[in-house]
């Protein structure tokens, strides 16, 4: 059985224009844990100033109600983020950079070099398991296409130490990149962004080369506020029901995330980007 991270609460709502209270980010959570989501990423501990829809990480870590069989995660870019994640009693952390020099500086206004140098210290350091994700894995918007063997040499600086992720952070990426860069980096998985409508392929073609990881976001949420029109992730029911169909086991409940999308469009105020929860499932 493969792993699907959901993403919303964290990379689905740091891209919307208006902040959700903590209760509600927490309700969202507690929403995709009922539906049997075996991973979410409940929150961002970045500075408020920067992500203001992230603001009170730590109030929505206390108003989840824990479910079992559900890994919690959250995210951070530097060492204080790290720490306050650790402290909000998190399962896991999810530390993020990006493979290019621009694009770090840009979003953590760091140097490559550091923002590697951060991820090494928190690996030597930490209790808890260690997700990193490799952002701008396949384009950066202000370097154009990145060198696979580029990232395959970050990634070989890190073999062993966690669990990997390549990130298509602006949706640039085909079937064939991600296969060849999946089998080259032996990477665990993908977070993918469905931009120029290619995600869900490049989701098959993440698994046909050994990945086992999948991140995704409810109704399609999503988005970089430090990557220019990049949209959403990959819709979580989207892309369930099309691993469904394909006889790929993912032991969620469909119906249930459905019901999550449809919550959230009331939330939100508008249609989402995804189609299975507009659709319905098909018997």
């Not at 990423?41 to 500075?47: G, K, M, N, Q, T």
């Not at 951070?76 to 399962?91: C, F, T």
């Amino acid at each position: 059985m493969i792993t699907i991270c959901d993403v919303g609460p964290r990379d689905g709502l740091q891209n919307e224009p208006e902040s959700l209270d903590a209760h509600t980010r927490a309700e969202l959570v507690n929403r995709l844990a009922a539906a049997g989501l075996p991973r979410v990423e409940a929150a961002s501990f970045v500075r408020e100033d920067a992500v203001p829809q992230m603001a009170g990480a730590e109030e929505v870590v206390k108003a989840i109600e824990r479910r079992e069989g559900t890994e919690y995660s959250g995210l951070a870019l530097n060492q204080k983020g790290y720490e306050r994640l650790v402290a909000s009693g998190l399962d896991r952390v999810n530390f993020t950079f990006a493979v290019t020099e621009t694009f770090n500086l840009r979003n953590g206004n760091r140097s490559l070099a550091d923002a590697q140098a951060g991820a090494d210290a928190v690996l030597a350091q930490s209790s808890l398991p260690v997700t990193l994700t490799l952002s701008c894995s396949f384009g950066d918007p202000f370097e154009g296409r990145v060198d696979p063997g580029a990232v395959a040499a970050i990634v070989e600086h890190f073999d062993g130490r966690a669990e990997i992720v390549l990130a298509d952070t602006i949706g640039v990426a085909t079937p064939s990149q991600v296969r060849a860069l999946v089998e080259r980096t032996r990477a665990s998985g993908v977070h993918l962004h469905n931009t120029r409508n290619t995600g869900y392929a490049n989701a098959l073609a993440a698994l046909e080369a050994g990945a086992t990881l999948l991140d995704a976001s409810c109704g399609g949420l999503g988005g970089c506020p430090y990557a220019p029109r990049a949209t959403g992730n990959i819709a979580t029911e989207d892309l369930v029901y099309l691993l469904d169909g394909e006889g790929v086991a993912t032991g969620i409940d469909i119906d249930a995330l459905i019901a999550t999308s449809e919550w959230l469009e009331g939330v939100l105020g508008r249609r989402l980007e995804g189609y299975v929860y507009r659709a319905g499932t098909f018997a």
